[in-house]
């Protein structure tokens, strides 16, 4: 009898341990070591460094184990998505939360240049979204720039994202003369869900003014 309550207790037990054992297993992505962990601060701003700026190099990540660990997180960026030439660089790795850390990364295609922060699932060990905070792309005929600022905007505790887009346009007037148009924007992204959420803007015009990127024009 006492074998019989032994046995399937002891059969339990090693069902048990094996998982475990496979759940301490898991390992980070290998992406993580190529981003310098850094202490988030209340604010951060974040958009396209110039040439003059002092920033670290940070860690080249080679294109194939970029875009084959992200999969089709970075398909909506079309100028740089599994592009053979790109060039990638890890920036920094902060914490968001207990669950989520950001990873920015760096990507230049050519002239344009691209900044995402890409959402790391500690619980899961996998990336689970991206989001575009810096760009530069475009052509002769107009170019868009953005920045972005990571601040609790909505005072919850948590980071939200503030992005600031600004559209240059060469047009031709009535008189056929060049003339040069600007049109600047701003959008909110609430922490939601575990993601940055689209929200309404109430005033875009106060978050223009509060919230300014550098001018490249």
């Known amino acids: 009898m006492l074998n019989r309550i032994f046995l399937p207790s002891l ?9 475990c054992s ?13 981003f310098q962990p850094t202490t988030l601060t209340d604010t951060i701003h974040l958009e396209l460094p110039a040439e003059t700026d002092n920033i670290p190099e940070g860690d080249t990540i080679p294109r194939v184990l970029f875009f084959q660990s992200l999969g089709k997180l970075m398909e909506a960026v079309d100028y740089v998505a599994d592009s053979t030439s790109s060039v990638v660089v890890g920036r920094a790795r902060f914490a968001l939360n207990q669950t989520y850390d950001a990873c920015l990364v760096d990507i230049t295609q050519s002239w ?5 922060l890409l959402l790391y699932n500690k619980q899961t060990h996998s990336f689970t979204d991206r989001v575009t905070v810096a760009e530069w792309y475009g052509g002769d005929g107009g170019q868009v720039l953005t920045g972005s600022w990571l601040t609790d905007y909505d005072g919850d505790g948590q980071k939200d994202l503030v992005r600031r887009i600004i559209q240059h346009a060469m047009l031709i007037s009535e008189d056929n003369e060049p003339l040069e148009k600007f049109d600047e924007s701003a959008e909110l992204l609430l922490w939601k869900k575990n993601s940055f959420v ?3 803007v109430q005033d875009s015009v106060l978050l223009i003014k509060k919230y300014p990127i550098r001018s490249v024009w």
Request: hydrophobic share 40%; proline share 7%; aromatic share 20%.
């Open 22 to 34: 496979r759940q301490s297993r898991v390992q980070d992505s290998p992406l993580l070591a190529y």
């Open 11 to 19: 059969l339990i037990f090693f069902c048990w341990f094996g998982s």
């Open 112 to 116: 344009f240049k691209h900044q995402s």
């Open 198 to 200: 689209a929200t309404p």
